[in-house]
């Protein structure tokens, strides 16, 4: 069973920068999958980005192409999400997940999730 607590959220300004970080309680997630998701108030939960276990692939929604970087490091079982010219409609409640299969963290099956954390971004 891997536990996974997600943390850096919180508020900041249109345009600013957040990192958040999803921490794993177990070494096996150095072989997982990681998807990070938002949701919004009133809004379904939606893809953000994922990363493979080795770090070398990637996927973003296309409207964070170019903000946000998702980056893992296998040695701290610790996998981030650098946020920048963050705007309003980034906030939402971001929760990061965990699978040994790439397929169903893209399609939100992920079989592990943490508790999320709060991104607001407002002036």
Known sequence: QV???EFGGGLVQPGGSLRLSCAASERAFNTYAVGWFRQAPGKEREFVAAISW???????????????????????ATVYLQMNSLKPEDTAVYYCA???????????????????????VSS
């Open 3 to 5: 536990q996974l607590v």
């Open 54 to 76: 080795t770090g070398g692939t990637t996927h973003y929604v296309d409207t964070v192409k170019g903000r946000f970087t998702i980056s893992r490091d296998n040695a701290n």
């Open 98 to 120: 965990a699978d040994s299969a790439t397929g169903r963290i893209l399609r939100g099956s992920g079989a592990y999730w943490g508790q999320g954390t709060q991104v607001t």
